[in-house]
């Protein structure tokens, strides 16, 4: 069946370091999305990519949706402690549900 | 944030026991999902709506059962909990028609614990 994979499942970083989650599907996507989840609260949605090749900013944030349309990054660029949580990248799948991705524990030592 | 509401927080309940958890939202959103989730792993889908009188059945096999008799009202229920039932709930809804996938919004969560 349909799969989301997402890399890598933990992310160790200094503060002020960049840090990058990869996220890959076994399909073509009509649409990425990407939400954030921190620790003991619950997904957040941040952001929709539509078109091949697209790139989005947030302030720091910066997510790219491939050519192809099968994969996707989220680059945080110097990172800070307020960037902590789980990243998860989630595609459309039959029914009209969401295929989340495993996500990407994010911590930031100060 | 968005309106989407989540009851209990929190529950310690003993085996055998029946449970049901509430969620509500107050955006007129047709569709509602219940996902489980053990701290810091992947979302699993359990449950959805596409609206009134409309569920399914997740990716994840559930001992649990839903209903929609309204809208805003998407209740799961635990007929007779046991400790494998320990993790977060966690509602959600979105805006759309059966086959379209707009961005999910999601309540806080339950963390129910099976003793």
């Known amino acids: 069946g349909q799969q989301v994979m997402q890399i890598p499942q933990y992310q160790h970083v200094q503060e002020g370091e960049d840090f990058t989650t990869y996220c890959n599907s076994s399909t073509t996507l009509s649409n990425i999305q990407w939400y954030k989840q921190r620790p003991g609260g619950h997904p957040v949605f941040l952001i929709q990519?539509?078109?091949?090749?697209e790139v989005k900013k947030q302030k720091r944030l910066t997510f790219q949706f491939g050519e192809a349309k099968k994969n996707s990054s989220l680059h945080i660029t110097a990172t800070q402690t307020t960037d902590v949580g789980t990243y998860f990248c989630?595609?459309?799948?039959?029914?009209?549900?969401?295929?989340f991705g495993q996500g990407t524990e994010l911590s930031v030592k100060p | 944030e968005a309106d989407i509401y989540q009851t209990p927080r929190y529950l310690v309940i003993g085996t055998g026991k029946k449970i049901t958890l509430e969620c509500s939202q107050t955006m007129g959103h047709d569709k509602m999902y219940w996902y489980q989730q053990d701290p810091g792993m992947e979302l699993h889908l359990i449950h959805y709506s596409y609206g009134v009188n409309s569920t399914e059945k997740g990716d994840l096999s559930s001992e649990s059962t839903v209903s929609r008799i309204r809208t805003e009202h998407f209740p799961l229920t635990l007929e007779s909990a046991r400790p494998s039932h320990t993790s977060q709930y966690l509602c959600?809804?979105?805006?759309?028609?059966?086959?379209?996938?707009?961005?999910?919004?999601f309540g806080p969560g339950t963390r129910l614990t099976v003793t």
């Open positions: 959600a809804s979105s805006r759309g028609t059966t086959g379209s996938a707009y961005e999910q919004y």
């Open positions: 990519l539509v078109k091949s090749g």
């Open positions: 989630a595609g459309p799948a039959q029914g009209g549900k969401l295929i």
